[in-house]
């Protein structure tokens, strides 16, 4: 698996390259500069993969390492792409080179941690080897006894790749090209040879009869390359009698049938003779797609079927007299993906009997095969035959079902038709049920047959109803039997209930689109019994372990229809002005009760994960309703009934989120996105005027109470996300450059209620830093982004007093020329940068020095990039001047702390 991902990661590099290098030759500069960029972070992710678990392992052996900082890498990508765009190609290779020097600076040192580890493992191995080998030896012998049984019960997965990639895989590919290429000729001597077509046919036809002889005869050699020419020649007789017949060459339907018959024959007696399940599974494939060879015309879905059906009967003759399911489960899966899409897409209204009549003999066929794999599975030895039940049982369920499911569309509008099949399968399966009952057989196949005639009868009732009220039969049979398979601990009846649920929501599509207006008493129903269900599923703990990830998966989609359907519902039959945002909140307190009453049962992720289902469609409803009452960058509310009532079902939105608690250790990424927008939601309410501000409140509030708990509490976990970090970057962003009310009740820079909560949520963010910080996560990136968010927001701040005060631009391209505002944001930069590192010095706090550096690296390269392109006015040489008398001072007062305690 390791070595798998770092083959991706090396592909992923190498194609970074090649696309960087090659859109920077084609002139595309900004598509290569993108790549460049996801090189250079890549590269450092791939390095960061190597250094965390070697420093794990380090201090696991206490083995002393020197930790490396990736800042120097993130400024000198930073420089690099700074000369990209501004096109200083001078100052693009000086961040190139600098990040090639660092990056190898800290592969080296990685290196020599690697080595000391090693040297430490070795140590250890030299005095405890006496102890270790025993157990080690022991460990193999285990380890080989469990690839032995494993290999002799492999799936069916394992099996194609064995037969595949084991023995000669050569030998394989090359029978598999000189298919292709006998496809290629056949098709060609049928369109342009000018000889007799029933001549070439017969040459290709005899030279591969003297392949599959010669194959025969080479068997005792080389076994697996005389399987491998016999099937090559029984193939290539396959697609000659199929050009023959389609080109009328043998036009007389009886006399290409007996031949093709002969063919099979022969098929089936040299698989039996040299007990060669490949011989068949090569012969049978071939024969499977040789319809899809044909240049001629197109089978239609009786011929196709038919033919199909023949195969199918000489597999049932192989696995009647051999146990080769593998066979088995490729016949099926042919059958039903193949020819059942091919069939349907053919399909002609008069066909609809006769392919009626070929499903049906379809189904007895493998109906018997599921028979006779039972037989063989009760003469065979159980502890040298180990069950795979998703695929040794699937002839027994997945059959007839398929089967009944084709001709449930193929009747789809009578009713009759499909009540009379699902009664004709019940029988059949009642007959094999009480044959395996008296029969030697394994008990859990009888009861696979007792089930399967179950599940027919249970198809009778909602099929007789009519019309849409099928769909209420669907719904609530599925119900009852879901809640009596987890009475009862069945789980054929659960997997059934699924369907029938399904059946249910995919009817009432059905009848949504054909039916105007819509049959809205349907979805109150399925809406409601989908809740139920889910609701039921948690109320018991006998009920929750048998909730493995699919019936968990299921009920998340049970819970999405159903809150979809009912909000929309509801939606229609509110009578009021605000019905969109009443309903939102109708169905956020249906869910609410539901949560209580749940969460008293101390469930973990099986509630969870549905409820998360259930409300992220409100969540979305909910996002589109504040987007629908924005106007002129306002939140505009008919009312203020309307305003609070979203409010409140934003605030219930985020309790459903966040409660219970322990639900953030299944995915804190999920519940802190979820809990911070739903608050966001709640916040636009209270000051809709000023949306930037408002939306931001109880998230202000709500990081300053969790900042008051106690530092390892859960609260601090819905922060310790990249969530909380993308959504606050978003509006720290958003904010500064889309506001059109930072100006409003501005009194001074910073005494305005703008200025004061972009520094509450800089406050904010840096402390949802260090708690990032703190769990051991990408330093360096967590540094540079600590530098720029606080370089940002109060950059803006300067920015809007000088636009107050001296007409300065704001938001446009504008500013990077303006002398007065690149002045001041130099001595604004300089000045944090000497506030930072005078306090670091005096609290011995080296990161913080470090931080403070960072900033004085961005002025200096605003110093070279943009002041000193404009040295002829007097603004740019005070820049200069003032940037290097603070940084004097700097030196004096305020140089690296040595002591690293603090840190």
Not at 56 to 80: G, T
Request: with cysteine; charged share 10%.
């Amino acid at each position: 698996m390791t070595t798998g991902r770092n083959e991706l990661r090396m592909i992923w590099l190498v194609s970074l390259l090649i696309l960087a290098a090659s859109t920077w030759y084609l002139d595309q500069r900004v598509l290569s500069l993108f790549c460049g960029l996801g090189f250079l972070v890549s590269v450092m992710q791939y390095v960061t993969a190597v250094q965390v678990p070697t420093e794990s392992m380090a201090q696991a052996l206490n083995v002393p390492i020197r930790r490396n900082s990736k800042v120097p890498l993130y400024i000198a990508s930073i420089v690099a792409v700074i000369g990209a765009v501004s096109g200083l190609n001078w100052l693009m290779g000086i961040g190139i080179t600098a990040w090639i020097y660092f990056l190898l600076r800290w592969l080296q040192r990685l290196e020599i941690s690697m080595l000391s580890i090693q040297t430490r493992l070795q140590h250890q191995h030299t005095v405890n080897q006496s102890v270790v080998l025993p157990a080690l030896t022991e460990h193999i012998d285990t380890q080989q006894v469990t690839a032995t049984s494993e290999n002799r019960d492999s799936n069916f997965v394992e099996q194609i790749q064995a037969w595949i990639f084991q023995g000669n895989p050569v030998l394989k590919a090359a029978i598999v090209i000189l298919m292709v290429g006998v496809i290629l000729l056949l098709r060609f001597a049928t369109e342009n040879w000018q000889i007799s077509l029933a001549t070439k046919l017969g040459i290709v036809a005899l030279v591969s009869a003297a392949v599959t002889f010669m194959g025969y005869m080479l068997q005792r050699k080389n076994r697996s390359f005389a399987l491998a020419l016999e099937g090559l020649g029984l193939g290539v007789l396959f697609l000659t009698l199929f050009f023959a017949y389609y080109n009328l060459v043998i036009p007389v339907l009886i006399v290409a049938a007996v031949l093709f018959l002969g063919i099979m024959l022969v098929t089936l007696f040299l698989s039996l003779k040299q007990e060669s399940v490949e011989l068949a599974l090569m012969a049978m494939l071939i024969a499977y797609i040789a319809p899809f060879t044909l240049p001629i015309r197109e089978a239609t879905s009786v011929e196709f079927i038919s033919y199909y059906l023949v195969i199918n009967l000489a597999v049932a003759v192989l696995s009647s007299l051999r146990p080769w399911k593998m066979l088995n489960q490729i016949a099926f899966l042919i059958t039903a993906i193949v020819g059942g899409i091919y069939g349907l897409l053919h399909i002609q209204q008069s066909d609809r009997f006769m392919l009626t009549a070929l499903i049906l003999a379809h189904s007895a066929v493998f109906i018997w095969l599921g028979l006779r794999f039972s037989q063989l599975l009760a003469q065979s030895d159980l502890h040298q035959f180990k069950l795979k039940p998703i695929l040794d049982i699937a002839l027994i369920f997945a059959a007839p079902i398929t089967a009944y499911a084709f001709l449930y569309l193929i009747h789809f509008n009578d009713i009759i038709w499909q009540a009379g099949l699902s009664l004709i399968f019940a029988v059949v399966f009642a007959c094999c049920w009480m044959w395996t009952r008296r029969s030697q057989t394994i008990a859990f196949v009888a009861q696979s047959y007792l089930s399967l005639m179950l599940i027919f009868l249970a198809l009778i009732p909602p099929i007789l109803l009519k019309g849409e009220w099928s769909v209420i039969g669907w719904a609530l049979e599925g119900a009852v039997i879901y809640v009596w398979a987890l009475e009862r601990n069945v789980n054929v009846a659960r997997y059934l209930s699924m369907g029938f649920l399904l059946m249910a929501g995919a009817s009432s599509l059905y009848y949504l689109v054909e039916m105007n207006p819509s049959p809205n008493h349907i979805f109150w129903l399925l809406s409601s019994v989908y809740l139920m269900v889910v609701l039921i599923s948690q109320l018991k703990a006998k009920y929750e372990q048998q909730l493995d990830t699919l019936a968990v998966s299921f009920l998340s989609l049970l819970s999405f229809s159903g809150s979809l359907m009912l909000l929309i519902l509801i939606q229609d039959q509110l009578p009021f002005q605000d019905n969109d945002v009443l309903s939102l909140l109708i169905v956020v307190i249906i869910f609410s009760l539901m949560n209580e009453l749940i969460s008293r049962q101390n469930k973990t992720w099986t509630w969870s994960l549905p409820k998360w289902s259930g409300i992220a469609p409100l969540m979305l409803i909910a996002i589109i309703l504040i987007f629908d009452q924005s106007q002129n960058a306002m939140i505009i509310w008919d009312s203020h009934q309307e305003r609070w009532t979203f409010a409140l079902a934003a605030l219930l939105l985020s309790r459903l989120w966040v409660h219970p608690i322990s639900a953030l250790h299944l995915s804190k990424e999920v519940v802190s996105f979820g809990v911070l927008l739903s608050l966001a939601l709640c916040s636009l309410s209270f000051i809709p005027t000023l949306p930037y501000i408002s939306m931001v409140i109880l998230l202000l509030l709500f990081c300053g109470w969790s900042y008051q708990q106690k530092a390892q509490s859960l609260w601090h976990l819905i922060w310790q996300t990249k969530s909380s970090v993308a959504l606050m970057l978003t509006w720290m962003i958003c904010s500064q450059l889309f506001s059109q009310h930072a100006f409003s009740a501005y009194l001074l820079p910073i005494l305005n209620p703008f200025d004061l909560v972009s520094l509450a949520m800089l406050t904010a963010f840096m402390w949802v830093l260090l708690q990032h910080m703190k769990q051991e996560q990408d330093k360096g990136l967590i540094a540079v982004m600590m530098v720029l968010s606080l370089l940002w927001l109060s950059s803006y701040i300067v920015l809007r007093a000088l636009h107050i005060y001296v007409q300065t631009p704001l938001n446009s391209l504008d500013v990077w020329s303006n002398a007065t505002v690149q002045l001041s944001l130099t001595i604004l930069w300089v000045l944090l940068a000497f506030m930072t590192m005078w306090i670091a010095t005096f609290k011995k706090l080296k990161p913080l020095w470090i931080l403070g550096g960072s900033i004085l690296v961005v002025v200096t390269l605003k110093l070279v990039l943009l002041d000193l392109s404009h040295t002829g006015t007097l603004t740019r040489v005070l820049s200069f001047l003032m940037a290097g008398g603070v940084m004097l001072i700097i030196a004096y007062i305020a140089p690296m702390p040595e002591s690293l305690e603090k840190e």
